[in-house]
């Protein structure tokens, strides 16, 4: 098992991207997880990264995307390295407040896919990526207009709307020249805000894998996924990481496993057991398909 403090040393961030990220609504650390941080993810992830489709304790397909939803079930590292001091420091700052854990998922691109118009998540949280790989144009690199979280969307927006999306007219935003795109080598973090305007080209190669989080605010605790945690990976948080969990209220005598209530990735989207199903079944098709084209060079 990997030592915390080798993760630890690995993230320092300073009063100066506290500011960057305040004023432009992302920042980027490139590069900032160790080799064997990231190898030590992949490892436990392993065994979680058998496709199904309905099976919301191992991963689930959505579209494109593979899904863990729950990793405090099986990757106590990634656990760890999102609730690192620095992080949860940076977060404290930017809100003001206390920040809590509002998700912690894995997504794995599986299919290559056309381009996400430009949206905003909405939302008062900050979104962390950890790349655990190459993250290029062609392996799918976000571009974000920044600024854009601090307002003045609103006469911009398209009709067409999602519960925790904002489309907005791509007319209004020069993605071509004012976008900035992140790029950087295995263990890059990226941390925006949920309202800054964002969208990602076509991906043309499968295998971007991400940590994905969300803190939301104390005072917006309520927003937060409920997550499946072994008994195991709790009890190797210290106190302070604990409470980002188990906020007041919900963590008072309860056992140190909470079976979620609320919906789940799946659940958000509605996606039917029978459209799973279809994205497995098309999944599969794509395989057959990319590996006959290898073959043949058609
Ligand atoms: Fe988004």
């Given at each position: 098992?990997?030592?915390?403090?080798?993760?630890?040393?690995?993230?320092?961030?300073?009063?100066?991207?506290?500011?960057?990220?305040?004023?432009?609504?992302?920042?980027?650390?490139?590069?900032?997880?160790?080799?064997?941080?990231?190898?030590?993810?992949?490892?436990?992830?392993?065994?979680?990264?058998?496709?199904?489709?309905?099976?919301?304790?191992?991963?689930?397909?959505?579209?494109?995307?593979?899904?863990?939803?729950?990793?405090?079930?099986?990757?106590?590292?990634?656990?760890?390295?999102?609730?690192?001091?620095?992080?949860?420091?940076?977060?404290?700052?930017?809100?003001?407040?206390?920040?809590?854990?509002?998700?912690?998922?894995?997504?794995?691109?599986?299919?290559?896919?056309?381009?996400?118009?430009?949206?905003?998540?909405?939302?008062?949280?900050?979104?962390?990526?950890?790349?655990?790989?190459?993250?290029?144009?062609?392996?799918?690199?976000?571009?974000?207009?920044?600024?854009?979280?601090?307002?003045?969307?609103?006469?911009?927006?398209?009709?067409?709307?999602?519960?925790?999306?904002?489309?907005?007219?791509?007319?209004?935003?020069?993605?071509?020249?004012?976008?900035?795109?992140?790029?950087?080598?295995?263990?890059?973090?990226?941390?925006?805000?949920?309202?800054?305007?964002?969208?990602?080209?076509?991906?043309?190669?499968?295998?971007?894998?991400?940590?994905?989080?969300?803190?939301?605010?104390?005072?917006?605790?309520?927003?937060?996924?409920?997550?499946?945690?072994?008994?195991?990976?709790?009890?190797?948080?210290?106190?302070?990481?604990?409470?980002?969990?188990?906020?007041?209220?919900?963590?008072?005598?309860?056992?140190?496993?909470?079976?979620?209530?609320?919906?789940?990735?799946?659940?958000?989207?509605?996606?039917?057991?029978?459209?799973?199903?279809?994205?497995v079944t098309s999944f599969c098709i794509f395989l057959i398909?990319?590996?006959?084209?290898?073959?043949?060079?058609?």
């Amino acid at each position: 098992m990997i030592e915390k403090e080798e993760i630890f040393q690995d993230i320092d961030i300073n009063e100066g991207d506290l500011k960057a990220l305040k004023l432009d609504g992302m920042l980027v650390l490139p590069n900032k997880l160790k080799k064997n941080t990231i190898e030590e993810i992949k490892k436990q992830l392993k065994n979680f990264n058998k496709i199904t489709f309905n099976d919301q304790i191992g991963s689930i397909i959505i579209s494109e995307n593979q899904w863990i939803d729950n990793l405090g079930l099986c990757s106590s590292t990634s656990i760890q390295v999102i609730l690192n001091p620095s992080l949860l420091e940076l977060a404290d700052a930017y809100f003001g407040e206390k920040a809590v854990l509002g998700s912690c998922r894995y997504q794995k691109k599986i299919k290559t896919h056309g381009p996400l118009p430009p949206h905003s998540d909405k939302g008062p949280g900050l979104v962390v990526f950890i790349f655990l790989n190459q993250i290029d144009e062609i392996t799918g690199s976000t571009r974000f207009i920044k600024g854009s979280h601090l307002g003045g969307i609103k006469d911009k927006l398209t009709k067409f709307k999602h519960m925790d999306t904002d489309y907005v007219d791509p007319a209004a935003f020069n993605f071509e020249y004012s976008s900035f795109a992140v790029s950087g080598g295995p263990g890059t973090i990226l941390i925006f805000n949920q309202k800054i305007i964002h969208d990602l080209p076509k991906i043309s190669k499968t295998g971007r894998e991400i940590i994905w989080a969300t803190f939301y605010p104390q005072s917006k605790a309520y927003l937060s996924d409920d997550h499946i945690f072994s008994r195991n990976i709790l009890a190797q948080l210290s106190e302070s990481q604990r409470s980002r969990i188990l906020f007041d209220g919900v963590a008072k005598g309860v056992p140190f496993m909470k079976i979620g209530g609320n919906l789940s990735v799946s659940d958000t989207y509605n996606i039917s057991n029978f459209k799973r199903l279809y994205y497995v079944t098309s999944f599969c098709i794509f395989l057959i398909v990319e590996k006959f084209r290898a073959l043949t060079g058609i």
